[in-house]
């Protein structure tokens, strides 16, 4: 009789849930229903922010549906590549979008799913000395960034512009293996830029994101998943934000790093932070092209 009548409070509590949902039905409902588990998350500030996604590959396509999927108010993708049959094991591209600029794909596709956020898009690679200047211009107008990049130079050239210029990201890349891969979010002036991880010498796994080679989607879609999780975190000032996440799906095993500033980081430390060295908001070609020398060979 009281498994009779349990059944009956059950039904009739998922009626009332059903009629509440009916009644609020918009595509932030199931979102905002996070708040009814004592999370005081006001969601609809997550309209007022604006999100920049460097690179949109593997990582940035399952990042940019999601935050989109989210309600942010405003996204910009940059991304110089075209799509190539050998990206078709990724969660958005698909045969037609062979040929096609990555971002223009996107943007299509991201309209569709959500109309209301803002959408801007640049077909450039960031390190071209030509666009430099219209690139700090335009990650001083997000309000957080998220790394979607593949390669070791451009990560570290992001790595210092978002240093240099005060904006939060969230860096983030599978190994070469494509087994693995890392979320450190960067808080400059607070939290080890990435550039402080190899300084300080911290004993972590060889595959750190390299350059791709290997690409599972699975792998790809868990290191987004939580690099938006960290976004929404950061964004709507909830939960504790992780320091250096670590994901090995051989071991099965989610890794956790504790990092710190290192002072004499040459990116984030004291002095270089002061004098807007190398990477401050101008830089040469002189000393770009020096700085990914010396990252090849680091890399080698």
């Known amino acids: 009789m009281s498994v009779l009548l349990q059944n009956i409070k059950n039904?009739?509590?998922?009626?009332?849930?059903?009629?509440?949902?009916?009644?609020?039905?918009?595509?932030?409902?199931?979102?905002?229903?996070?708040?009814?588990?004592?999370?005081?998350?006001?969601?609809?500030?997550?309209?007022?922010?604006?999100?920049?996604?460097?690179?949109?590959?593997?990582?940035?396509?399952?990042?940019?549906?999601?935050?989109?999927?989210?309600?942010?108010?405003?996204?910009?993708?940059?991304?110089?590549?075209?799509?190539?049959?050998?990206?078709?094991?990724?969660?958005?591209?698909?045969?037609?979008?062979?040929?096609?600029?990555?971002?223009?794909?996107?943007?299509?596709?991201?309209?569709?799913?959500?109309?209301?956020?803002?959408?801007?898009?640049?077909?450039?690679?960031?390190?071209?000395?030509?666009?430099?200047?219209?690139?700090?211009t335009e990650i001083r107008k997000m309000d957080i960034i998220l790394n979607g990049l593949d390669n070791i130079p451009a990560r570290e050239y992001l790595n210092a512009k978002c240093v240099h210029n005060e904006i939060t990201y969230i860096d983030s890349g599978a190994s070469r293996s494509g087994l693995s891969g890392y979320v450190h979010p960067i808080i400059p002036n607070k939290t080890a830029c990435a550039q402080c991880l190899s300084s300080i010498g911290l004993d972590l796994p060889n595959e750190r994101g390299e350059p791709c080679v290997a690409s599972l989607p699975s792998t790809l879609a868990i290191l987004a998943s939580v690099q938006i999780q960290e976004m929404l975190k950061i964004l709507l000032n909830f939960g504790k934000t992780i320091d250096y996440l670590m994901y090995d799906m051989i071991q099965g095993k989610f890794l956790s790093y504790k990092t710190k500033r290192d002072p004499k980081c040459s990116i984030c430390g004291d002095k270089s932070y002061k004098t807007k060295s190398r990477f401050g908001t101008q830089i040469s070609k002189k000393d770009l092209d020096q700085f990914i020398d010396k990252t090849k060979k680091e890399s080698d």
């Open 11 to 136: 039904t009739e509590s998922i009626k009332i849930l059903t009629m509440k949902e009916e009644k609020n039905n918009n595509r932030y409902t199931r979102l905002k229903a996070i708040k009814e588990f004592g999370y005081n998350i006001e969601w609809d500030d997550l309209k007022t922010y604006h999100v920049g996604i460097i690179g949109v590959g593997g990582l940035g396509t399952v990042s940019s549906e999601m935050a989109v999927r989210c309600g942010i108010g405003e996204l910009t993708l940059i991304d110089f590549d075209t799509v190539d049959i050998v990206n078709l094991n990724r969660l958005m591209f698909r045969e037609e979008h062979i040929g096609k600029s990555k971002v223009k794909v996107v943007n299509e596709i991201l309209k569709k799913i959500n109309n209301d956020v803002k959408i801007n898009y640049f077909q450039q690679d960031i390190m071209d000395i030509e666009f430099e200047s219209k690139f700090i």
